[in-house]
Nanobody, 120 residues
Framework: QVQLVESGGGLVQPGGSLRLSCAAS????????MRWYRQAPGKERELVVI????????NYLESVKGRFTGSRDNAKNTAYLQMNSLKPEDTAVYTC?????????????WGHGTQVTVSS
């Protein structure tokens, strides 16, 4: 059974930091594309960062460049999102996503999300 379990969300003041974790199980983590998405109330879901199987990461969302860093630990089957210099507009539900391929078949998995609230 595939599971993506996020943790690390919470309430933080502007300028603060949080580190989100996504613990994965049920698939070959090291072969999967891992991503973090976010969705704020009343807004569409945004792709924040994508982490390729080889370990390199790309900050996909322009508004988080220089502040957020995605990473992965294949030995622990865990993906991370380090968020620094947080702003109120970063408030959203952050969700982990995994995409894998088995032969010609493509599989996509979502976590349940973790709430991040940036407020004074």
């Amino acid at each position: 059974q595939v599971q993506l379990v996020e943790s690390g969300g919470g309430l933080v003041q502007p300028g603060g930091s949080l580190r989100l974790s996504c613990a994965a199980s049920g698939f070959t983590f090291s072969d999967a594309d891992m991503r973090w998405y976010r969705q704020a109330p009343g807004k569409e879901r945004e792709l924040v960062v994508i982490m390729h199987p080889i370990g390199s990461s790309t900050n996909y969302l322009e508004s988080v460049k220089g502040r957020f860093t995605g990473s992965r630990d294949n030995a622990k089957n865990t993906a991370y999102l380090q968020m620094n210099s947080l702003k109120p507009e970063d408030t959203a539900v952050y969700t982990c996503y995994a995409e894998t391929w088995v032969g010609k078949y493509n599989y996509k998995y979502w976590g349940h999300g973790t709430q991040v609230t940036v407020s004074s």
